[in-house]
């Protein structure tokens, strides 16, 4: 992604949302596209440790796409809690 469209989008979703919800929406979101990504490159490979490496990198994104998420829940309980 180039870095000043990134910036820009994360920017405008952070004025959208409350403080920090929207940027953490986009990061999530990103985490599951490169994920989808790398799954992709890995149904390509014809080399087996490649495609091996690349379905553990999809594993590791997922798992930050969920990260980004639980991240985002507990903000949103503790701006909740907060009110």
Request: aromatic share 6%.
């Amino acid at each position: 992604m180039g870095s000043n469209v990134g910036q820009a989008r994360y920017r405008e979703d952070a004025n959208k949302a409350s403080p920090g919800q929207g940027l953490v929406m986009t990061e999530a979101a990103e985490f599951r596209q490169y994920a989808k990504e790398a799954l992709q490159w890995a149904s390509k490979s014809k080399d087996e440790d490649e495609k091996q490496n690349l379905i553990g990198l999809a594993c590791t994104l997922a798992t930050a796409a969920f990260a980004s998420q639980v991240k985002l829940a507990s903000l949103t309980s503790v701006a909740r809690a907060a009110d």
